[in-house]
């Protein structure tokens, strides 16, 4: 990599790098997610003037900024909202956005009539909550809740987690206005636990755009 950061400062090319694992621990999730070396090529890219990497792999639409360098968690077209990002550079500056692929139009547009494919948007967040409802439901049985607390707690992640996989935070915090749900949520030992403190910080952000 050095060698190709090389010879694109010799023919002074502007780079931008991209993968799939992360450099940076972007969430509570580390191994596996978090590429080995990462502080070696974050270092490798300040050097050579690299701003910006794209990283997929977490499925969750999210960047963080350290030292100069920024780093952006791509969401999964294949996850609601299934959306992609684009990058562009004006002025002298880079941005990004993201877009949600409009199936809906290129259904009308093929004449198709599924109604899977009609509305799509509707179709993947459907989807999207039922697979985490389930997931949480299963998780929740093993806890001595009551049925009423395990709807609530189920709710509140499952629309949490649309907020977070999308990026767009802004209402997150209006879920749960007083912190009573995520009080039940501490009685869970391990992971979920440790999942909803690591994304408080994240409440109230738009991680869809960035400009650097």
Request: glycine share 8%; proline share 3%.
């Amino acid at each position: 990599m050095r060698g190709q950061l090389e010879d694109a400062r010799r023919a002074g090319v502007f780079v931008l790098a991209a993968g799939h694992q992360n450099i940076f621990q972007q969430t509570v999730f580390r191994g596996g997610y978090v590429i080995d070396r990462a502080e070696e090529l974050a270092a490798l890219f300040r050097e050579y003037g690299v701003p910006l990497y794209l990283s997929g792999h977490l499925h969750v639409q999210h960047w963080m900024t350290v030292d100069g360098l920024t780093e952006i968690a791509t969401s999964a077209l294949s996850v609601s909202p299934c959306q992609y990002g684009i990058v562009s550079a004006e002025d002298g500056a880079l941005r990004y956005e993201t877009r949600a692929a409009d199936v809906s139009a290129w259904a009308r547009a093929e004449g198709r009539t599924e109604p899977e494919l009609l509305d799509f948007a509707a179709y993947a967040v459907g989807y999207f909550d039922a697979r985490n409802r389930k997931s949480t439901a299963e998780e929740l049985a093993l806890f001595p809740y009551t049925e009423e607390e395990a709807a609530r707690m189920t709710e509140y992640l499952v629309a949490l987690n649309r907020a977070y996989f999308s990026g767009d935070m802004r209402a997150a915090a209006d879920l749960d206005p007083n912190g009573e749900i995520r009080a039940l949520w501490d009685r869970v030992p391990g992971l979920y636990s440790l999942y909803l403190a690591s994304i408080q910080g994240d409440m109230g952000q738009d991680y869809r755009r960035w400009t650097g």
